[in-house]
């Protein structure tokens, strides 16, 4: 039976969750990162900020026209992004507050689980300058980019952790929110690896 909330849209669905050491709730979801309320969702973006497909594309037609207003008015003022240094912007139409722009890395070009590794990083270092509670986060770069799934859903676990065992932070909660069955499968499987304490 699929769940409803009062504006007849449906829930995104916890699959899995744990509190990490550090005490912060992470939580797998199976659902559209676009449909959040937490006070943040990461888009997977490229180094110029222009959305045009995947994850970056669906913000921006769910978000409104106004982030990618803001994202230009961004790359004008600072320039490309880096893996380690994410952009951000509001939520345009969407209901969270900001939307954290982190590069992923492109499968083959080297390096690529540092990359990827510094983009949860950098977006959640983005995070706690902005004093946020709550974030989501897609499967950064297993899409177009080619990041092999599982592997990308280890790097992510390792970072998350990694950055609250190193930080002071306000978050409280972190969702990891995966929209199709296939990268789900490899990002339960990357839970069910992950240690638990």
């Not at 952790?161 to 409280?172: A, C, P, Q």
Request: aromatic share 8%; hydrophobic share 45%.
């Amino acid at each position: 039976m699929e769940i409803k909330t009062r504006y007849n849209i449906a829930v995104n669905m916890i699959v899995a969750k744990q509190a990490l050491p550090s005490g912060q709730i992470l939580q797998l979801v199976q659902g559209d990162i676009t449909a959040e309320t937490t006070d943040a969702i990461v888009n997977a973006a490229n180094e110029y900020l222009r959305h045009g497909a995947g994850v970056a594309g669906a913000v921006v037609r769910k978000g409104g026209a106004e982030i990618q207003r803001e994202s230009d008015e961004w790359i004008r003022k600072h320039g490309r992004l880096s893996h380690a240094a994410p952009a951000w912007t509001s939520g345009g139409n969407l209901p969270c507050k900001y939307v954290i722009h982190a590069v992923g890395p492109v499968w083959g070009t080297g390096d690529e689980e540092a990359k990827l590794s510094a983009a949860i990083a950098g977006s959640l270092k983005v995070a706690d300058e902005l004093g946020l509670e709550s974030i989501s986060f897609p499967a950064i770069s297993t899409g177009i980019f080619g990041f092999p799934k599982e592997l990308a859903a280890q790097v992510i676990l390792a970072a998350v952790r990694d950055h609250f065992t190193r930080n002071v932070s306000k978050i409280n909660l972190i969702r990891l929110v995966i929209y199709d069955t296939a990268t789900l499968t490899a990002f339960q499987k990357a839970w069910s690896n992950f240690p638990k304490s």
